[in-house]
């Protein structure tokens, strides 16, 4: 059974909502939230997954600023990936810019960009 108006729920769709500025996650009724592409939740295992509107903006959790990376990345160095806290979530994203001012903490909102080394669409944050 799938809810009226969920998507199927793919990691794909949730890009594309994100680059719409329409960014969400799933919630069950027990207030759990988790990123798609998910059919259970994996905290408490219901099946009972509604897209929620993702909060505008989250805050830096922790960082990491990448120098040397894996090959599919390597023209993107330096970066930093981020942990930011969206409330019932966390999302993981690349920061392209802004290397020096990055610290735990900061607002954040949630963006599409690409990979520098392979052009292939990535979640970023931007520093607000
Ligand atoms: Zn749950």
Known sequence: MTAPGVRDAGYDDFV??????????????????TLPP???CPHCGSR?????ALPETGTIDSYT????????FADDVPYAVAVADFGAVRLTGQLQSDLDA???GLTV?????K???TG???LTFELR
Not at 48 to 52: A, G, I, K, W
Not at 66 to 71: G, K, L, N
């Open 16 to 33: 594309d909502a994100l680059a719409e500025g329409e960014g969400y996650y799933l919630e069950c009724e027990n207030g759990h939230g």
């Open 102 to 104: 990055v610290e735990t």
């Open 48 to 52: 009972e997954l509604v897209e929620t």
């Open 65 to 72: 600023v990448v120098h040397v990376a894996a090959p599919a």
């Open 38 to 40: 998910r059919r259970v």
């Open 115 to 117: 990979s520098e080394t």
């Open 120 to 122: 292939e669409r990535l």
């Open 109 to 113: 909102a949630p963006r599409v960009g």
